[in-house]
């Protein structure tokens, strides 16, 4: 009934951008906070950025001046630019959304399916 769908990652070399997206769709009433996680080998998911529906923002302290997170409230997208990209930047990047769905009163978690971002040195 939601869906949550990523585009943008790929293989880039250290110093280069990408863009990721995230668009929510389905049975959609409101959407709390949105945001970026990623996993690298061996590690575990860790929060990159989120935004919240008041606009504030939140960065992991290795992102931070680097990556940027918005949203675009009318299409139920988040973006993350990323720039100066660092080989330990490597991972699987997840969207997650807190949605509230048409009839219910209350947020429940979404994921996306992942997408891969390698940064070569």
């Known amino acids: 009934q939601v869906q949550l769908v990523e585009s943008g990652g790929g293989l880039v070399q250290a110093g280069g951008s990408l863009r990721l997206s995230c668009a929510a769709s389905?049975?959609?009433?409101?959407?709390?906070?949105m945001g970026w996680y990623r996993q690298a080998p061996g590690k575990q998911r860790e929060l990159v950025a989120a935004t919240r529906s008041g606009g504030s923002t939140n960065y992991a302290d290795s992102v931070k001046g680097r990556f940027t997170i918005s949203r675009d409230n009318a299409k139920n997208t988040v973006y993350v630019q990323m720039n100066s990209l660092k080989p330990e930047d490597t991972a699987v990047y997840y969207c997650?959304?807190?949605?509230?769905?048409?009839?219910?009163?209350?947020?429940?978690?979404?994921w996306g399916q992942g997408t891969q971002v390698t940064v070569s040195s």
């Open positions: 997650n959304a807190q949605i509230v769905q048409s009839g219910t009163n209350w947020p429940a978690s979404y």
């Open positions: 389905g049975n959609i009433f409101s959407i709390n906070e």
